[in-house]
């Protein structure tokens, strides 16, 4: 018996007093101390399911901490779900193989970055004023798709009318800055795989931002004490909470088609440089990894929130991507219900960008990329690889949570 046991407990479990009990796939994989204090203010919130868990990638970050899964009943916190709703992954593996990449992979780095708008900058944040003659692919998915989002965006604009002003269709396959990148990978095959990651850019900011801030003045309205003012919650049956759930809903189908419009853009620029014909879409995956949904764990239909964690139910396909010129995976769910059917998003952070920005520098990037055809500036430097935890020790630690189905490499990388 003691043995059978032992083999289940593949997680730790983190001491919160009297909250909630957190169940943590992290053992072989440091997690910091200020993380830890915040999965203990989460699980002090009165309406946790059962338990929190927490994926091997945690880190600290704004309210709940990000690599964490959130059950709840009867209240949603905007503010785990956070800013980025919708944000995750998409992959798709292609017909080529590696050696139908040209060998300078320059000019495909460069129809990627020219095909699809990424970064802040305002030459290439948006479709309206673009430089036409910059763009390899027109803007007609972009309008196809708005169109099927459009209708319930302008019925959540009546209730919410500043939603109205934000970027919205502008931002529509986008990528963004930050973390959110596009790559051209080669499996343990060599096979050659799409894969990008993005969210609900501008108007799913807006909308997070906003209900964040209706959350807090309800805490104040009804003087309810929290251990972190970004623990506000809306309560299931009020105006607030049904706006959100509807919002926030539609925010993530955005994020989902944003990354499909950007995977057709994609495509179609890389048919610009590599003339042979070929297939995609031969195995794909779509995941968001900062998203709340209904589902139903030990026999009751709760919330689930998962900042920064993926869904893994039996046989459900994932893609946990490793960092800048690290290792990235196609996995497969186990359905550990333990872990409310989830697995990582990725290696997490190890150190804030700013940390990494002081110690190190565009020589360290440059060398940490090799063989790798990405930007070596400065400007990117705080996502050097090693900003972020092993990405096969994060791997080992939730061995019970997937299991990996293909291995993939980048050898083009497009940060925003």
Request: aromatic share 6%; charged share 25%.
């Amino acid at each position: 018996m003691k043995e059978k046991k032992m083999e289940k407990l593949n997680y730790d479990t983190l001491d919160t007093g009297n909250g909630s009990p957190i169940k943590m796939w992290t053992q072989g994989v440091p997690v910091e101390e200020s993380a830890k204090q915040q999965l203990a203010n989460t699980a002090r919130m009165p309406f946790i399911y059962k338990h929190i868990a927490v994926m091997p990638d945690v880190h600290l970050g704004k309210g709940s901490t990000i690599g964490s899964v959130i059950p709840t009943l009867g209240a949603i916190i905007p503010a785990a779900v956070g800013v980025d709703i919708g944000c995750g992954m998409m992959a798709a593996k292609t017909t080529l193989n590696a050696n139908d990449l040209p060998d300078n992979l320059g000019p495909l780095r460069s129809a990627i970055e020219r095909a699809i708008p990424h970064g802040m900058s305002p030459k290439t944040r948006s479709h309206r004023g673009r430089d036409e003659g910059s763009w390899n692919t027109p803007p007609a998915p972009v309008d196809a798709a708005w169109a099927q989002l459009k209708d319930e965006f302008d019925v959540i604009c009546q209730k919410t009318p500043k939603l109205s002003k934000t970027n919205n269709y502008r931002h529509l396959g986008t990528l963004g800055g930050g973390n959110h990148f596009i790559e051209v990978c080669l499996d343990e095959t060599g096979a050659v795989w799409f894969m990008l990651h993005s969210g609900s850019r501008g108007v799913g900011n807006a909308i997070g931002s906003h209900f964040i801030e209706l959350a807090k003045k309800d805490m104040r309205t009804h003087f309810i004490n929290l251990p972190d003012d970004d623990l506000a919650y809306l309560e299931e049956g009020t105006t607030h909470y049904q706006d959100y759930v509807e919002a926030v809903g539609w925010a993530q189908r955005f994020a989902r088609t944003n990354r499909e419009v950007m995977m057709h853009n994609l495509i179609a620029a890389v048919r610009t440089i590599i003339t042979k014909p070929f297939e995609t879409h031969v195995e794909a995956v779509n995941c968001h990894h900062n998203y709340v949904q209904r589902e139903r764990h030990f026999g009751k239909d709760v919330l689930i929130t998962r900042k920064g964690a993926v869904s893994a139910r039996p046989g459900e396909l994932g893609i946990i991507p490793g960092s800048m010129g690290a290792k990235s995976f196609i996995v497969r769910g186990k359905g550990n219900e333990e872990s409310f059917n989830s697995c990582s998003h990725g290696a997490g952070r190890t150190m804030s960008r700013n940390e990494a920005k002081r110690r190190f520098n565009a020589d360290d990037h440059a060398r940490a990329t090799s063989g790798v055809e990405c930007r070596k500036d400065a400007s990117v430097v705080d996502e050097i690889p090693m900003a972020y935890k092993d990405i096969d020790a994060v791997m080992h630690a939730q061995r019970d949570l997937v299991e990996v189905v293909h291995t993939l490499k980048q050898v083009v990388c497009v940060k925003g």
